[in-house]
């Protein structure tokens, strides 16, 4: 889809303010654009969602295609280019796409989550221990970010996935170029090629000495079942290693920083700790750091919100916007950790493609956030708002940085 005429791009930046808030011009598309066409950096352009009920009438009809094979899926850096290669399962549609989510569905159920609870807890106990032992040795702050916030899921996943947790930096540092929206392409290409081939190394080791993790049991039940190839499980490594931990650690900063701002809420799951649960769901719906997506592209004409979408014509869903539509959220622009409805948030997505690890994300949140809120009582921000690095230039928004002191 080439660009006929110039059309605006697709709103990421906060407005200036409150650094929370999604991009204020979708508050105007709502109401007078709910599907948009907007322009794309490669060039092409795509038709931008921003009603919550349109998003879910997407998100849960299969005719609107999630495979970058499909012609005129709106790409990303993310996807690094419509090639066999970069899509794994959750690029594409059924049947394949539900053989293969299939195959690890058990290791992210409720139950078997819960079952790591108390192993989440002592991680996050630990890593508190040691914030509070920089402090006692004399450090005026903390960065959140890098003592809690990364740790903590890439801590989990690299124990779920059997990934040393002593190569995180790598993972890390090479997850943040393919996150980013501002290195060029062939930097990004090149740190996706250096993930490939590392996980290559850590598949092939699993294949000659399988281990008790999820890679491992990939290999033992799949791949040498002749269900799946080597090539598929580095899919699965990569896919559940970026997700598993960069989301849930910008989620884990931007809440911190929600309860610091908002004492008397934070007060009030003090004291009521049995909301935390119902305040987890409202700050995933109210923060929605995914900021430019999911995509689709739509394989037959399909009418959404009274606009014709044609086959061959990409979509870009705004799940901020989605969440913050009063249509289905009163007052959507508050944080209201008492909202009966927060759980209809589409911040992991709705349909066949939602989150395959919502449920470990969920507890992850719930332990760090009670821990916060229980042992750092008179936590604060270490600088000014305004002076702390927002991620606007990421796919996922949080925070670079959080110095806190107490």
Not at 26 to 47: N, T, Y
Not at 328 to 345: A, C, G, I, M, W
Not at 380 to 392: C, D, H, K, N, Q
């Amino acid at each position: 889809m080439t660009v006929t005429s110039p059309h605006a791009p697709l709103p990421v930046e906060p407005p200036t303010g409150c650094p929370f808030d999604p991009p204020a011009e979708f508050g105007r598309m709502r109401i007078e654009e709910p599907v948009k066409k907007i322009s794309l950096p490669d060039g092409s352009w795509a038709w931008l969602v921003t009603r919550y009920a349109d998003i879910r009438a997407i998100l849960g009809d299969t005719r609107f295609s999630s495979d970058t094979l499909t012609p005129g899926y709106p790409l990303s850096g993310m996807t690094g280019g419509a090639t066999t290669e970069n899509r794994g399962f959750i690029r594409m549609d059924p049947p394949e796409h539900t053989r293969l989510r299939r195959m690890v569905t058990r290791e992210f159920m409720v139950k078997k989550v819960e079952a790591l609870r108390p192993e989440i807890q002592r991680i996050t106990d630990e890593l508190c221990d040691a914030m509070q032992t920089a402090r006692l040795s004399g450090a005026e702050s903390v960065d959140l970010v890098e003592a809690l916030a990364l740790p903590v899921p890439s801590l989990v996943i690299s124990l779920l996935l059997g990934v040393p947790y002593e190569d995180h930096a790598l993972f890390q540092g090479l997850t943040g170029k393919l996150l980013s929206r501002t290195i060029p392409k062939a930097e990004a290409d090149a740190a996706r090629e250096e993930l490939r081939a590392y996980l290559d190394r850590l598949v092939t080791a699993k294949e000659a000495n399988p281990g008790d993790d999820i890679l491992s049991r990939l290999i033992v039940e799949q791949q040498q079942a002749g269900e799946i190839s080597h090539d598929d499980v580095i899919g699965f490594a990569a896919l559940l290693l970026v997700a598993g931990h960069e989301t849930t650690a910008n989620m884990i900063g931007l809440t911190a920083l929600s309860m610091m701002g908002e004492p008397g809420t934070a007060q009030q799951l003090r004291e009521d700790p049995s909301l935390i649960r119902g305040a987890v769901e409202e700050l995933l719906r109210f923060h929605s750091i995914i900021r430019n997506g999911p995509r689709r592209a739509a394989t037959e004409d399909i009418e959404i919100g009274g606009q014709l979408i044609r086959a061959g014509e990409g979509v870009v869903v705004a799940v901020p916007s989605a969440n913050r539509d009063a249509e289905t959220f009163e007052n959507p622009d508050k944080l209201d950790v008492r909202r009966p409805n927060s759980q209809h948030h589409v911040a992991f997505g709705y349909g066949i493609h939602q989150c395959l690890g919502q449920a470990l994300a969920r507890v992850e949140l719930q332990v760090v956030l009670a821990t916060l809120l229980r042992r750092f009582p008179t936590m604060r921000p270490a600088v000014p708002i305004e002076t702390i690095p927002f991620r606007t230039d990421m796919a996922i928004y949080g925070c670079h940085e959080l110095p806190v002191t107490w």
